[in-house]
């Protein structure tokens, strides 16, 4: 409900998008398609005809402090019902590995059997340093093919977090994409 957090609750979207989009057994439809039906409040049937899924994720980013707490629902299309919950909390620092942390209970919840390389995938992540990832999710949170002004501000906020941890790729790589596109 903080809209100045808004940059936190975007990137662990994409994380948890792109952790489940790595699961052979799981098809997720893509954040442009999702995006659309970010301000719409149709029934959870509705969602999922329209995107040809059987089931919807949603869920929540709560932060106090440095405390975050990443919440998620899977909702079956058929039933309409909450079919798994999940839910984790830890320092900022440990963002990464909180929406690992939900995704592969949700996983687990429904009985998938993972390839190994897909089990490393929900493994924990490296910690981060918070004021750098915050630069980064807040660059991130500035789509790219904005405006020219914007453009700037997001090149600023990667090269602030590359400046904050010299050894986060994760900044590296985004800066290297903003200069390329």
Not at 70 to 90: H, M, Q
Request: hydrophobic content about 45%.
């Amino acid at each position: 409900n903080d809209p100045g957090q808004d940059y936190l609750a975007a990137n662990v979207h994409d994380a948890l998008v792109g952790t489940f989009a790595e699961i052979t057994q799981i098809r997720v439809a893509s954040r442009t398609s999702v995006m659309q039906y970010e301000q719409r409040k149709s029934p959870v049937r509705e969602l999922a005809r329209e995107l040809s899924v059987d089931g919807v994720v949603e869920g929540a980013v709560q932060r106090v402090g440095d405390i975050v707490r990443v919440t998620v629902r899977l909702i079956g299309s058929a039933s309409d019902r909450v079919l798994v919950n999940a839910s984790a909390e830890g320092p900022i620092a440990e963002i990464r590995s909180l929406s690992r942390e939900v995704a592969r209970r949700i996983v687990m919840e429904l009985g998938l059997t993972l390839t190994p390389a897909e089990a490393r995938r929900l493994q924990p992540a490296q910690p981060v340093v918070p004021a750098a990832y915050e630069a980064l999710a807040k660059g991130l949170f500035i789509r790219p093919g904005a405006d020219e002004t914007k453009h700037r501000q997001r090149l600023a906020l990667f090269q602030e977090a590359t400046a904050i941890d010299p050894e986060f790729a994760d900044a590296y790589a985004a800066l290297g994409a903003a200069w390329q596109g």
